[in-house]
């Protein structure tokens, strides 16, 4: 088999030590280090002394990016971080040495196919996207325990208040927090067109309050407003680090259900260039939003979705969702059409598909969005469009005489 990295080197990282097994001309070094710091500086002067030009890993946990941290520094011709699922070794007589060593004969082959990693400031804009979407997760998580908390009470609130952590229900929650028990006192704090429910705010204010219930609430929505401030401050840090990307953020916002925050996901997993990508399926497919392929026999079985860049997969869904309650757009259009013979989900899932096709030609070409119209799919084949039309209506007991329109 053809060697394609005569200096290569395996590494078997762990959380304490990483095991490196280098393989030039045949001949096989190996040696363990700590994941420390200096002892990756030493590792890398190891690897130079070497004359090492390749290095592989695999991507084990969070574990492979202080290695990476470090030899990305160091000139190599390819550092390579690799799914631990596309090199698993054979079982049997298996050790972190022998793991070492076979990841460097795979790579010496060529036969790793590297993840995608980008560049240290993408990676640091994606840590803090996660982080922004964690503490969300947290906030409506807390919301969520002000429900069980006024059931607890009594207390009907959220069945006449859409939001609780809006401005009126935030008032009464901290006013019952305060100790005011009266109905009456409650509903007058309503604000806007809450005001036209108040004989429905003091029905579902009557409730029994303990110590309890007043102290759980003052807990959570002192943690929700520390939540809030904490998304506020990542939102900030987020927008420094897109100072300079607005054009291509304000051009992925014209796509009918993309927002601000759904472009900034877009933008923090693949960045502003797609040259990484040679396609937009290719694009496709690593975020997860393609057709599986396992065929065996020549039966085609499940053809379901791979896991991909979750966090970019499931913002790209939540914006099909909101694409699909659009009117007059071709993907509301898109939904509406394969929902009706596939179901709502996969219909999502296409059409999330549709819009990272079309996020991926606005930023390699440096386009805007341009609707094709709701009847796009009936404009392709009017004929055939026209002709079931009038079958359904021939069913119906109906004679058609069609007359073109003036």
């Known amino acids: 088999m053809e060697v394609l990295y005569p200096k290569a080197c395996g590494l078997d990282v762990h959380k304490a030590t990483v095991v490196a097994c280098a393989i030039i001309a045949g001949k096989r070094s190996t040696r363990t280090f700590g994941s420390t710091t200096s002892q990756l500086l030493e590792l890398a002067n190891w690897l130079d002394d070497l004359g090492v030009t390749a290095v592989a890993m695999e991507s084990t946990g969070v574990y492979w990016k202080p290695v990476y941290n470090v030899l990305e520094l160091i000139p190599l011709e390819a550092l390579m971080v690799v799914n631990a699922q596309h090199i698993k070794k054979v079982p049997g007589r298996k050790t972190d040495a022998s793991d070492a060593e076979w990841i460097a004969d795979l790579l010496r082959h060529g036969l790793l196919r590297p993840s995608l990693i980008p560049t240290r400031d993408l990676r640091e804009l994606r840590e803090l996207v996660r982080y922004r979407k964690s503490l969300v997760e947290a906030t409506s998580s807390e919301t969520n325990r002000i429900q069980k908390v006024l059931e607890g009470a009594n207390l009907k609130l959220s069945s006449v208040v859409s939001d609780v952590k809006g401005k009126s229900g935030r008032a009464i929650l901290k006013a019952i927090v305060d100790g005011v028990e009266d109905p009456e006192r409650l509903a007058e704090l309503a604000l806007g067109r809450l005001k036209s429910k108040k004989a429905q705010l003091r029905e579902a204010l009557v409730g029994v309050v303990h110590e309890h219930q007043k102290a759980m609430l003052r807990m959570i929505l002192s943690h929700v407003e520390h939540l809030e401030g904490l998304i506020a401050k990542v939102d900030e840090e987020i927008e420094g680090r897109l100072r300079e990307d607005r054009d291509p953020l304000e051009r992925l916002d014209t796509i009918p259900g993309v927002g601000r925050q759904a472009a900034v996901v877009m933008m923090a997993t693949f960045g502003r260039h797609v040259d990484n990508f040679p396609s937009a399926a290719h694009l496709a497919s690593w975020a997860g939003l393609c057709p599986g392929q396992n065929e065996s026999a020549g039966k085609r079985k499940s053809g379901r979705t791979r896991q991909g860049m979750k966090m970019l997969k499931v913002s790209l ?80 007991g109906h004679e058609v005489i069609l007359r073109p329109a003036a």
């Not at 394969?338 to 989900?345: D, F, I, N, P, V």
């Not at 930023?363 to 079958?391: C, I, P, S």
């Open 317 to 396: 869904i939540e914006c099909a969702r909101a694409a699909a309650r659009g009117k007059g757009t071709y993907l509301a259009s898109q939904y509406r059409r394969l929902a009706a013979r596939l179901g709502g989900k996969r219909a999502a899932v296409a059409v999330a598909h549709s819009i990272l096709t079309i996020a991926y030609y606005i930023l390699k070409n440096g386009t805007v969005y341009e609707d094709l119209g709701e009847n796009y799919f009936e404009e392709r084949d009017r004929d055939r469009v026209t002709r079931a039309a009038v079958r359904r209506l021939r069913r119906l």
